[in-house]
């Protein structure tokens, strides 16, 4: 408003004004502009930090999905299924557990604009999509698993063995 | 004049208002740049981070899905073994049965028998036991008077003063031996010469106490009864395993089993044809979710020309696997060695028989050795033989896991009957078993000689008359020589009838159930894995090959074979070569070491003591030259065959290399993805007009992963295997190299995914060519390997 005033003045009057009348305008200005200065800066200062922060839970979510896929002991799926189970060989011999592990890992960086009482916040996430675990023998990671491993294993074997357990005195299928 | 009417050039001269503001609007573009260039730069970092995570998420996901298709490959691989253990425990009940069955059922009629006609045999070897000690009393009382009259004539005076010396002295001998004889070792009494042993039976009996105490009822019936109830208890344990195993005798397990393994080997090639899709479809799902373009590429195997690569499985069928024609050097002919049943039937290691002369020496010396001798360097089935090589190892576990439900039964039945063993000593009085001690061979004189030495003497001596000794002398000591030695007969005879005696009805508590069980079993088990191994219905690992020797192990190997085979060769035969020298030994008495003893049975046992060891000793120089002529050939052939490896074997000495190779881990279990962004993933940049809207080139991430197996390192799996030495089976035979277990073990069952340093990308690059068009359109447009290589690796 005040630049428009100026300007205003500047192309309809026809008085010359004098140097004094004029003194100060730039400092004036000066200071009216460092709000929006302060503004951008602070608003730069948020780029960074809402980048820093994506990439943050963007290397999070990777971490936590590989980390569930290779070391967690609890079950991962998390049901909300970003990434359908592939059946694979399952569809032949169903019963081992297919899970995908897709962790979310989300951040909410904040800052200022410079003015009292006048921030701004953002939410960022990103989610990884891993697939575990890999149906080994013990279950490993999730120990849990090796029940299904079990069961998956026995029921195949009792195919042929269902009625010859007791009169062949056989050893049960699982441990194998 | 206006100002506003001035020249536009006059009036900048003049007025310097709105300067600041001119700078102000460049400083706040600036501003606005900087912010566009923060913003940009992380959306840039971000978009490649989860590009990257794209890349890395769908290559483990690729690794995973391989390693689940190996981990329930083995798992059917050890599906197909139960099912084999299952035939094999089936094949070996009817043998077992049978066998029992006639065993026991031969010791009823004979029981039955007995009890109907009397147990002649064993009242007659009472009566026979009772007799031999009046014998030995009777054979005493002669002895030792012929004994005495010797002694009152070896007073005189000989020619030869130091031969009546010693004639004394083995006088003295015999009679102080004899003496030792009846009071303690047949009489039980306390030896009158402290170094002497005692009285042989338990607690200081001697035979007398023995016969006595062992004295049995006349009437054999109730241990007869009790053995018949024994064998009636057997075999009400054998009907319960008759009645348990019936409904599987009932049906045809060996089919049951056949079309078992057929089916499931029918799916692992179905789930291992179904990988390559299966794979494809968890990328493009992984594409679907990270909304990025993915690819994937192997090193070679199952790459395509266009499209992602078709990832082969790391296994294939167990006929697949190539037979190697082989040149057999003992043989002189072509053979065909089977890569799963290796080294048998016609490709079998054999040498023949060889035959080891007795050196001319020994033959010299002992007339009644055999001037050669048939050695056998064959063992059953031929040196490194494998059947079912791949699964071999489980199997042979699970059939004795299995055997055990079975074997229960066998057990019980040797239990009664070592019950029974107890139940008879009882009814017999014979107490819990005795071990006889039998008469020394030698004695030591409790006197010492003019020069201090305590000789040794036989048990009795044999005494011979002096030179110049009276025609009274002479004939005393014929006399004593006579019935010394049946004196010792008797002695020797009775000790034998008290063994017999205890022994008597071992037939009937000796245990066989439990041995005729696994004989059986191990019949069966043979049988089974071996047409297993012809069928070829299961999988084996791709890297699964018949292969040298690596030539680095070569040396060690010949070394390792010669020396088992050599050592296997002498055990098998130096038995048979020992006893026919040491019979021939005991027949010449080389070292006149019988010549003191009176009776032939004692010097003969005598004799055959104090010569096997020299006997043995020749035995394994005979054998051992001709083992270690025959050894060096059979170990070249084993050296020169290809032997089935299940990787490929390392290039260099293990330790330090351990695990699977290079080569092998990038053409059979590594698989690499390439991700790009879509245009509509791209990076969305602030200013985009000013900053570019999407970085050109486009980004580009990619990965490596592979499958590998936990117990690669373990020391009971792959951390134990070596290459220079031979590999001990369970059966005491030994092989050429490390036993399979990747594709058929519980160990084997542990394959996992990881992500890997991306050492195949120069080769996936070459070998995937939308893999390539990826890293060309991502401005990678060179492929030189080494370079690749060079930053891969750091």
């Known amino acids: ?176 | 004049m206006p100002q506003s009417t001035q020249p536009f050039f006059v009036r900048r001269r003049r007025d310097r208002g709105g300067n600041v503001g001119v700078l102000l609007l460049m400083t706040i573009f600036a501003l606005v740049a900087l912010l566009a260039l923060v913003w940009n730069t992380g959306e840039v970092g971000t978009r490649r981070q989860k590009l990257q995570t794209a890349a890395d998420t769908s290559a483990h996901a690729a690794a995973s899905w391989m390693s689940r298709s190996a981990n329930v490959m083995a798992a059917q691989n050890m599906v197909i073994c139960q099912d084999g253990s299952m035939e094999v425990i089936w094949r070996a009940i009817t043998p077992t049965d049978q066998a029992v069955r006639n065993e026991l059922q031969a010791e009823q009629a004979a029981i039955n028998s007995l009890l109907a006609n009397g147990d002649a045999a064993y009242l007659a070897l009472r009566t026979q036991m009772l007799q031999q000690l009046v014998n030995v009393d009777n054979q005493y009382a002669m002895a030792n008077g012929a004994w005495a009259g010797v002694s009152g004539l070896a007073g005189q005076g000989f020619t030869d003063p130091v031969a009546g010396q010693q004639f004394q002295t083995r006088v003295r001998e015999a009679g102080l031996a004899m003496q030792w004889i009846q009071n303690t070792y047949v009489s039980g009494q306390p030896s009158t010469v402290a170094t002497w042993p005692g009285p042989p039976g338990p607690g200081g009996l001697g035979l007398r106490q023995l016969v006595a105490n062992w004295s049995p009822p006349t009437d054999t019936t109730p241990f007869l009864q009790a053995i018949l109830a024994s064998i009636q208890q057997q075999l009400a344990v054998l009907v319960q395993f008759e009645t348990v195993t019936a409904p599987g005798l009932a049906q045809n397990v060996p089919a049951i089993a056949a079309n078992h393994e057929t089916e499931v080997f029918t799916n692992e090639q179905t789930m291992a044809q179904s990988l390559a899709d299966t794979i494809n479809r968890q990328l493009q799902a992984q594409a679907d979710f990270y909304s990025v373009r993915l690819t994937l590429a192997t090193t070679g195997l199952g790459a395509s020309a266009t499209g992602p690569a078709q990832v082969q499985a790391p296994f294939v069928p167990a006929a697949d696997v190539p037979v190697i024609s082989h040149y057999d050097s003992i043989q002189g002919t072509n053979i065909a060695i089977d890569p799963i049943n290796v080294h048998t039937d016609d490709s079998a290691i054999v040498y023949g028989n060889a035959q080891a002369p007795a050196p001319p020496a020994l033959l010299a010396q002992f007339p009644g050795i055999q001037p050669t001798f048939n050695v056998n360097c064959d063992i059953f089935e031929g040196w490194g033989h494998i059947y079912a090589a791949p699964i071999q190892r489980y199997f042979n576990g699970r059939v004795w896991k299995d055997s055990a439900g079975l074997r229960v039964y066998m057990q019980q039945i040797d239990t009664l009957r070592a019950q029974l063993a107890t139940l008879l000593a009882q009814l017999r009085n014979l107490g819990p078993p005795v071990n006889v001690t039998a008469l020394p061979f030698q004695l030591q004189d409790p006197q010492a000689d003019p020069n201090g030495v305590q000789e040794t003497f036989p048990v009795l001596p044999k005494l011979t008359a002096p030179a110049g000794a009276s025609d009274q002398l002479v004939a005393a000591v014929m006399l004593y020589n006579q019935h010394g030695a049946a004196y010792t007969g008797a002695v020797r005879n009775l000790t034998g009838a008290l063994t017999s005696w205890q022994q008597f009805y071992n037939r009937y508590t000796q245990a066989f159930a439990v041995s005729t069980w696994n004989n059986n079993v191990e019949i069966a088990r043979r049988l089974v894995i071996k047409q297993l191994g012809v069928n070829k219905q299961f999988m084996v690992l791709a890297s699964y090959q018949l292969r040298a020797v690596p030539a680095w192990a070569a040396n060690g190997m010949s070394v390792s074979s010669q020396a088992a085979i050599c050592d296997r060769i002498i055990s098998d035969n130096i038995a048979s070569v020992a006893q026919n020298i040491l019979n021939a030994m005991v027949a010449v008495d080389p070292r006149n070491l019988g010549s003191g003893f009176l009776d032939p049975a004692g010097r003969n046992a005598f004799l055959s003591a104090s010569y096997s060891g020299q006997a043995s000793q020749f035995a394994f120089q005979i054998v051992q030259s001709t083992a270690t002529q025959v050894a060096p050939i059979i170990a070249a052939e084993w050296v020169s065959r290809p032997w089935p490896y299940e990787i490929t074997p390392p290039s260099q000495a293990v330790p330090p290399v351990v695990g699977m190779s290079t080569s092998d881990r990038h053409t059979y279990f590594t698989i690499l993805t390439a991700a790009r962004s879509t245009p509509g993933n791209s990076p969305k940049f602030f200013m985009g007009k000013l900053m570019g809207n999407s970085p050109t080139p486009q980004l580009l991430a990619h990965a490596q992963a592979e499958a590998f197996n936990w117990m690669e390192f373990n020391s009971a799996y792959g951390g134990s295997e070596v290459f220079d030495q031979i590999t001990g089976l369970p059966n005491q035979d030994f092989t050429g190299c490390p036993l399979p277990w990747r594709l058929s073990t519980i160990g084997g069952w542990s394959w996992n995914a990881r992500l890997a340093v991306a050492d195949a990308l120069a080769d996936a690059l070459d070998n995937n060519p939308e893999f390539q068009s990826f890293f060309t359109e991502g401005g990678v447009t060179g492929n030189d390997p080494l370079s690749l290589q060079t930053l891969a690796l750091h």
């Open chain 1, 1 to 176: 408003m005040i630049l428009y005033h100026y300007k205003l003045s500047r192309c309809t009057s026809n008085v010359p004004r004098s140097a004094l009348s004029r003194r100060g305008t730039a400092e004036i200005e000066m200071i009216l502009i460092c709000t929006i200065l302060i503004t951008l800066l602070m608003l730069a200062m948020g780029a960074m930090r809402i980048g820093v922060a994506r990439l943050g839970t963007t290397a999070s979510a990777s971490f936590q999905a590989f980390n569930d896929a290779t070391a967690s002991g609890n079950p991962q799926f998390t049901g909300d299924a970003a990434v359908p189970p592939i059946d694979g060989v399952d569809t032949i011999r169903p019963g081992f557990p297919n899970r995908v592990s897709d962790p979310t890992a989300s951040a909410n960086p904040a800052g200022g604009t410079g003015m009292a009482g006048v921030g701004y916040s953002a939410n960022v996430g990103f989610q990884a999509a891993a697939i575990s675990p890999t149906w080994n023998y013990s279950g490993f990671p999730v120990g849990s698993d090796q029940t299904f491993n079990s069961q998956w294993l026995t029921s195949y074997v009792d195919e042929s063995h269902a009625n010859l357990y007791v009169p062949l005195g056989l050893a049960p299928a699982w441990t194998p």
